[in-house]
């Protein structure tokens, strides 16, 4: 996932560099936060980081609609 990010991003206009490709990849290298949630041993912390991974990919996904929709 996080490789394919970065690979589209690679394809954007220059202008987008400093605002919109960190952001998307920001986003994505957070939806990893499901591997680091899987390594914890209390439900709520396996849940935090769930969560938090949830929340980034709705953000990734928010952010490719709005910009090219």
């Known amino acids: 996932m996080i490789k394919i990010i970065y ?3 690679d394809n954007f206009p220059k202008s987008e560099k400093f605002i919109f490709i960190p952001q998307l990849r920001r986003a994505a290298i957070s939806i990893s936060n499901l591997a680091e949630g899987y390594s914890r041993k209390s439900t709520a912390d ?6 938090i991974a949830r929340s980034s990919l709705v953000e990734l996904d928010t952010q ?6």
Not at 64 to 69: E, P
């Open 7 to 9: 690979l589209f991003c």
């Open 46 to 51: 396996r849940k935090r980081f769930y969560e």
């Open 64 to 69: 490719i609609a709005l910009n090219f929709t």
